[in-house]
């Protein structure tokens, strides 16, 4: 235990007044115990440094040696006064043969066109979509306990535990739920997850269709992710069907991810558009609630019902030369990390039965500090690809300081390192879009990695507005980020996602051009009202 107790905040929680007994009358109180997020960045993992480098150096080889050439080229005629450079070029110059002559500017184009060639086709983001379900979906969380208690599904213990867990969660009185959760009787059936799933999915796909003035039938590509519902025909097959796309389509259907899973399928869309050159893809990323509503008496199964909601998101990309005009923006980067290895890290949110044999989804008290973890890992990988060299160079000169002149402690004849230099994330991106889970993990993040609230702000106001959407959030995110006019050309948005596996996942952002406030989405009627709220 006492290896654990710096992962471990205590918290003095007012229990109000004992209505009777000894103590009636009398204020109570008690200490809650709990994990909190470990304080990743003060341990700094050499190898995923070096896979970010590895990456950078793969990608960058062009980039580091034009510079070079530059210079020797940038030497030799700087020795050179005008005159000798003009009796070079054309008196001396005469002297070179033909052959010579056609030789150099062959290789010279034969070198640009294998350059221009091998390089990756850029990813364009052309537009997204994120759906917004009718009013009459909306559940305050008092109305969501009242509906609970009228559908008979829930004991009273239950129902206070999912009480006081909302009121914590930083979930606002304007979320969506189907109704079907809070009906009478079994909610979980492949009817109900399938209108929930058609609901959503196409309310994205039409919107994002419209936004973008293409036909169905345009789309290469098509990748649909949701982890917990996974029918056969497969969701993806749905899509097809419904919008009759042509028959030559790539199609994936991913299952099982978690919340992460929004930037695995953009890797994968990304990977087949390389492939396929002038074409589009689809990504479509989205949970059902329905489904996976547990009506248990398992605490840690009961969490999910707390905080998941209604969501998803459609995103149309291309690589198509052409869309450079009217892309919204480029893909720069994606790192993706799995801890899967790890038993503690790979049953951190596990799919279960419980003891009545009722399906749920288990969330384990490690979650925060494997979820660290992981963080860990895919920050540091990407940091070598994002951090300015001046970041980088302070990063390692005390990292390099810290291993070499540690602090040595003489009684148990180990090498306390110093402190290591935290990078400032804050120089690499302008706009943060971090998977809105619940607020404690906010908290600690923001902590982590000495980000601002207007930092945080895109995620804080997409919890509260609509929730945990799974890995539709981070597009909620970048939407607010859209509907408050603050994205601005050049500038950079990260996204940042983790989830079951436990996989944590980044996707780098860079705006073409200034974005202006949509005339529609899901922010329209309530952006003005944020960060007020929070």
């Known amino acids: 235990m006492a290896g654990e107790h710096p992962l471990l905040s205590t918290e ?3 229990r109000g007044v004992t209505p009777t007994g000894p103590d009636a009358g009398s204020p109570t109180f008690s200490v809650r115990v709990r994990r909190r997020l470990p304080d990743f960045l003060q341990s700094v993992n050499l190898k995923y440094v070096k896979l970010g480098y590895h990456y950078l150096i793969s990608h960058g080889v062009y980039v580091v040696l034009l510079p070079l050439l530059v210079v020797v080229f940038g030497a030799e005629v700087g020795n050179l ?11 001396e110059g005469t002297d070179y043969d033909l052959a010579t002559l056609v030789a150099f500017f062959s290789a010279s184009v034969f070198t640009l066109c294998v ?3 091998s390089r990756p086709r850029p990813v364009y983001l052309i537009d997204f979509a994120c759906y917004k379900p009718s009013d009459d979906l909306k559940v305050s969380n008092a109305e ?7 559908s008979g599904k829930f004991d009273e213990a239950s129902l206070e535990f999912q009480s006081r867990i909302l009121k914590s969660s930083g979930i606002g009185d304007e979320t969506y739920l189907p109704k079907a959760v809070m ?8 009817k109900e997850g399938r209108a929930e799933a058609s609901e ?16 169905p039938k345009d789309v290469g590509v098509l990748v649909v992710n949701c982890s917990l519902f996974n029918p056969t025909p497969s969701l993806s097959a749905m899509i097809v069907n419904h919008y009759k796309m042509r028959g030559n389509i790539l199609s994936f259907n991913l299952g099982g991810m978690g919340c992460s899973a929004g930037v695995i399928a953009l890797d994968l869309a990304r990977d087949m558009l390389q492939a396929n050159p002038n074409n589009y893809a689809v990504v479509v990323s989205t949970e059902a609630v329905t489904f996976n509503w547990y009506t248990g008496r398992n605490r840690s199964m009961l969490i999910p019902n707390c905080f998941f909601r209604m969501g998803c998101s459609a995103v149309l ?8 005009f009217r892309a919204k923006y480029r893909l720069d980067h994606i790192v993706r990390t799995h801890k899967g290895g790890d038993e503690r890290s790979f049953r951190s949110v596990y799919q279960e039965e419980d003891e009545q044999r009722l399906k749920g989804l288990a969330i384990s008290r490690d979650l925060m500090e494997v979820g660290g973890h992981a963080l860990k890992a895919n920050i540091t990988t990407l940091g070598p690809l994002v951090l300015p060299v001046s970041e980088q160079l302070l990063f390692f000169a005390t990292l390099a300081w810290s291993h070499l002149f540690g602090n040595n402690n003489t009684k148990s004849k180990t090498k306390t390192p110093n402190k290591p230099y935290i990078p400032d994330y804050k120089r690499a991106f302008e706009h943060f879009c971090v998977h809105a889970a619940s607020k404690s993990v906010l908290d600690e993040l923001q902590k982590n990695l000495e ?9 804080r106001a997409a919890l509260h507005r609509f929730g945990n959407t799974s890995s539709s959030s981070i597009w909620y995110e970048l939407a607010y980020l859209e509907a408050k006019g603050s994205v601005r050309a050049g500038d950079r948005v990260w996204q940042l996602a983790f989830g079951s596996g436990f996989k944590c996942n980044s996707a780098v952002w860079r705006a073409m051009r200034r974005v202006k406030r949509p005339a529609a989405g899901p922010w329209v009627d309530c952006v003005d009202r944020y960060p007020a709220q929070l």
């Open 183 to 190: 009906a009478p009787g079994n909610c979980a059936t492949m």
């Open 144 to 150: 969501f306990i009242e509906q609970a208690r009228k």
């Open 12 to 14: 003095i929680v007012n």
């Open 317 to 324: 990309l291309s690589n198509r030369r052409r869309d450079f």
């Open 200 to 215: 959503v999915m196409f309310g994205a796909l039409d919107e994002l269709f419209e936004k973008c003035r293409i036909r």
């Open 115 to 117: 350059y221009f060639m």
């Open 451 to 459: 980000l601002t609230d207007a930092n945080i702000e895109p995620s």
């Open 81 to 91: 006064g005008r005159e000798d450079l003009w009796r070079r070029v054309w008196e």
